[in-house]
């Protein structure tokens, strides 16, 4: 069995305000090493913070961060971090809030996670894992319309079908499935990248990235994002099957439905009280009661709501 807190990641987010160097040294605040300014490629005009231990936090240019000067648009790209590493991604992100970097509409955040524990067979249960559930999902974190136009395109239907009439094993087999025809030799900014679920990221950099999120510099909202992505990629790892068809939204038990979602994927328990905190603050409804909090005479047994969600669950 894959432990969520097992898996490696990776996180940017895309900040305004500050330059590039001021991010850098907030970030060189927290971790101690060098700053050294790159400068190359020159579209990306790099800063680099290199710890002693030789990890790597880059600080580059967005040119998607319109609202702002190009001189003020600053993407934060950490080395590859393991779960132990979530406190100081915490204070990464405490002091480039405190150095005067904001997100705005604009900005986004990407979180990465490992691909090479992934098969063809799990990396289509993580599609549709996440197709089953975006639609609470989306809600959940509060994907703008615009960005689910463009950079965070919901996962295609198409490609589901495809992934069901085909039950592949291999990651060739999915490669296949998701550019429609053997690609193995990927670039960067192919289109298929701006999925909310970026599959193309699994042959280009070995990593499968959620673009789902919101840019934000709070860091426990951080945190959350990073348990939450990481519980999906362990529940896909550890399961034999998933279904792809989808939960029928209601806005009425959303909140209800979200958690009975986050506590099957391991996020029960004081570890993440937090995170679930963060993830269910944006939902409709009652997070105890699927039809409502119920006036206290007409009070259900306990027992059958908790059996009530597992069933729905499955």
């Given at each position: ?122 990396l289509a249960n993580l599609a549709k ?186």
């Open positions: 069995m894959t432990d969520l807190r097992n898996l490696k990641l990776g996180v940017e987010i895309e900040t305004i305000d500050k330059t590039r160097e001021a991010a850098a040294k907030a970030i060189q605040s927290v971790v101690g090493g060098e700053v050294s300014h790159v400068a190359s490629p020159s579209c990306y005009d790099p800063w680099e913070v290199k710890e002693a231990n030789g990890r790597i936090w880059k600080v580059v240019a967005d040119a998607s961060l319109t609202s702002v000067a190009s001189n003020l648009r600053a993407e934060i790209v950490s080395p590859v971090l393991n779960y132990e590493d979530l406190a100081t991604l915490q204070e990464v992100v405490r002091a480039l809030r405190k150095c005067g970097l904001r997100v705005d509409e604009h900005c986004g955040m990407h979180i990465h996670v490992d691909a090479s524990a992934f098969t063809g067979k799990t894992i996440m197709f089953k559930q975006e639609p609470l999902i989306l809600m959940a974190l509060g994907v703008s319309e615009s960005r689910l136009q463009q950079y965070t395109k919901p996962i295609s239907d198409e490609f589901i079908a495809k992934l069901e009439r085909s039950r592949p094993k291999t990651l060739e087999e999915v490669n296949r499935l998701w550019y429609g025809h053997l690609n193995t030799c990927p670039t960067h900014y192919h289109s298929s990248r701006y999925s909310c679920l970026n599959l193309h990221n699994v042959w280009y950099r070995g990593t499968v990235e959620f673009r789902m999120f919101e840019a934000t510099l709070h860091a426990g909202k951080v945190k959350a994002a990073v348990q939450f992505v990481l519980a999906i990629a362990a529940k896909a790892l550890n399961s034999r099957a998933a279904s792809s068809r989808k939960r029928q939204f209601d806005p009425n038990c959303a909140k209800y439905d979200f958690r009975v979602f986050l506590i099957h994927l391991g996020l029960n328990g004081d570890e993440f009280k937090t995170a679930r905190t963060h993830l269910l603050n944006a939902m409709p409804g009652d997070a105890a009661f699927k039809r409502g909090r119920p006036k206290p005479k007409n009070q259900p047994d306990e027992s059958r709501e908790l059996a009530e969600a597992t069933n729905e669950a499955h």
